[in-house]
T-cell receptor, first 113, second 113 residues
Framework: DAKTTQPTSMDCAEGRAANLPCNHSTISGNEYVYWYRQIHSQGPQYIIHGLKNNETNEMASLIITEDRKSSTLILPHATLRDTAVYYCIVRLLFYNQGGKLIFGQGTELSVKP | NAGVTQTPKFQVLKTGQSMTLQCAQDMNHEYMSWYRQDPGMGLRLIHYSVGAGITDQGEVPNGYNVSRSTTEDFPLRLLSAAPSQTSVYFC????????????FGNGTRLTVT
């Protein structure tokens, strides 16, 4: 599975958009990009995923570059409750092709009033 | 709909003791995995399974055993606990296909004295 690189920490003002980048330059054509977040010591929470196209759901938007080597998670109107560690990972199309889902260190997002 | 259930929530062991961390899911997921998380660090994969009867090692498998006799259950065994195994343990499951997100349990906080 491809590895990902994220900034260690970021700040964002409350009410503004938070843009979290992720580099996955070795991603292959059959790997998805996934985003999770972890608040305090709770279990990680799924946010969004995509393969090639940009995706949007009620929580966030995911922008994947055309060459698929990087992506950006966008929280359109960050709130204090969005303060968390955000993880970007890549996953093969089918687990029986390889199940080692490796999480990196993630980005610690601090939303400030 | 219980999702992923981990028991116990908290456990204190003495060095050398053995125990089993339980993980059960009721979503008919083929893929299950165990992660550990140490203070200030990301999630590290211990073992995973892509289906009943199939298990494989992750990044940090030493000191841990797993088995997968049913689709629903994926217990993690510590044969001889060591202080280095003090950590928070998360179980996660998913459908086999990479287009399906991981669902995480709420974690087991283990202290080895």
């Amino acid at each position: 599975d491809a590895k990902t690189t994220q900034p260690t920490s970021m700040d964002c003002a409350e009410g503004r958009a938070a843009n979290l980048p992720c580099n996955h330059s070795t991603i292959s054509g059959n790997e998805y990009v996934y985003w999770y977040r972890q608040i305090h010591s709770q279990g990680p929470q799924y946010i969004i995923h995509g393969l090639k196209n940009n995706e949007t759901n009620e929580m966030a938007s995911l922008i994947i570059t055309e060459d698929r080597k990087s992506s950006t998670l966008i929280l359109p109107h960050a709130t204090l409750r969005d303060t968390a560690v955000y993880y970007c990972i890549v996953r093969l199309l089918f687990y029986n092709q390889g199940g080692k889902l490796i999480f990196g260190q993630g980005t610690e997002l601090s939303v400030k009033p | 709909n219980a999702g992923v259930t981990q028991t116990p929530k908290f456990q204190v062991l003495k060095t050398g003791q053995s125990m089993t961390l339980q993980c059960a899911q009721d979503m008919n997921h083929e893929y299950m995995s165990w992660y550990r998380q140490d203070p200030g660090m990301g999630l590290r994969l211990i073992h995973y399974s892509v289906g009943a009867g199939i298990t494989d090692q992750g990044e940090v498998p030493n000191g841990y055993n797993v088995s997968r006799s049913t689709t629903e259950d994926f217990p993690l065994r510590l044969l001889s606990a060591a202080p280095s195994q003090t950590s928070v343990y998360f179980c996660a499951s998913s459908y086999t296909a990479g287009g399906s997100p991981l669902h995480f349990g709420n974690g087991t906080r283990l202290t080895v004295t």
